[in-house]
């Protein structure tokens, strides 16, 4: 099954259409635009003109069959497929850098076998990631750009291929959106953009009846980590931690003190993103450290 960009939303939102419904497990083919909605091809186009309405599409909704208030809905990223151009961008009072900037500045940046040409003498291997993936919230809408307990745009480097992401469901079908596809980008996404590029993402969609974290969980070869998004940095930190432990303490024969002192000595705590409406961390923690690895 595939959904082509042409059904976006730019919310996550339980009052949206569904673009298609699925039976689980699925594996489904889901084309996005970049974040400027494939607005910025060329050096001539202006970020002056660009339609700031059309920012962020996510592809979708997918409406999961059976999936309810109270499920964790599994989502594996099989495969990441970019396009052979991208572009960044920086902004007068945008990013953490805003104020040192003027205008609006931006880079078509060429990418072939795995490498960003950003400059000459300057090559990025790529590190293909999803920026925006997420359900429906169970209150009001959320626009696509800022994250939360839903998801939405994390901005998190491990979303990559192979990663595993599990999103507490809020609603009737779950309603899985996704887009803002980077070839490559810095934890923390400083000047508020990564190298935004078109993709094809093949995902594997189940579903875990009856029981969910208050907020997403990415699993992949070597970890588990908690992901918050909050209005703070500093209150990201205190809850991803928070969640972390509980998250540890469920799944070790530990004792508590020690549970908290492992996760001093072998835990990590990173920064997502610290330029959306909400600012995301993660608390990574090594799977071989964990009695019960799984979710
Ligand atoms: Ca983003
Ligand atoms: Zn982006």
């Known amino acids: 099954m595939k959904i082509t960009n042409e059904s976006v939303v730019f919310s996550f939102s339980k009052k949206n259409e569904a673009a298609v419904c699925v039976d689980v497990p699925a594996t489904i083919e889901v084309e996005t635009k970049d974040c400027f909605s494939n ?4 050096p001539e186009d202006r970020m002056e003109q660009l ?7 996510a592809t979708g909704p997918i409406y999961i069959n059976g999936a309810e208030a109270g499920d964790t809905l599994k989502v594996t990223v099989n495969k990441i497929k970019i396009a052979e151009q991208g572009v960044a961008c920086c902004l007068e009072g945008e990013g953490v850098l805003g104020h040192r900037i003027k205008g609006a500045h931006t880079k078509i940046v060429q990418v072939k076998e795995g490498v960003a040409h950003f400059a000459q003498g300057i090559e990025i291997p790529v590190n293909t990631m999803i920026g925006v993936i997420g359900v429906a919230p169970e209150g009001e809408p959320v626009n696509a750009g800022t994250p939360g307990r839903h ?3 994390m901005d998190n480097t491990m979303i990559t291929e192979g990663a595993v992401l599990y999103f507490p469901v809020a609603t009737e079908g779950a309603l899985l959106a996704l887009g803002d596809v980077h070839a490559v980008m810095g934890d923390g996404e400083i000047g508020v953009s990564g190298l935004e590029i078109p ?11 009856g029981r969910q974290y208050a907020y997403p969980i990415l699993e992949n070869d070597e ?8 209005p703070t940095v500093d209150e990201a930190v205190i ?11 469920e799944r070790s024969e530990l004792s508590d003190t020690d549970v908290v002192m492992l996760m001093s000595l072998a835990g ?13 961390v993660r608390f990574v923690f090594p799977k ?8």
């Open 151 to 153: 998801g939405g745009n």
């Open 223 to 230: 970890s588990f980590s908690v992901i918050v998004s909050k």
């Open 51 to 57: 339609d700031w309405d059309k920012t962020n599409p």
């Open 239 to 249: 809850r991803a931690t928070e969640l972390m432990y509980d998250f540890l303490t």
């Open 268 to 280: 990590n705590l990173q920064i997502c993103q610290v330029v959306d409406p909400e600012k995301t």
């Open 288 to 295: 071989v450290y964990i009695d019960r690895a799984e979710f």
């Open 39 to 42: 607005q910025l091809c060329s």
């Open 199 to 209: 993709a094809e993402v093949s995902l594997t969609i189940e579903l875990i009846k």
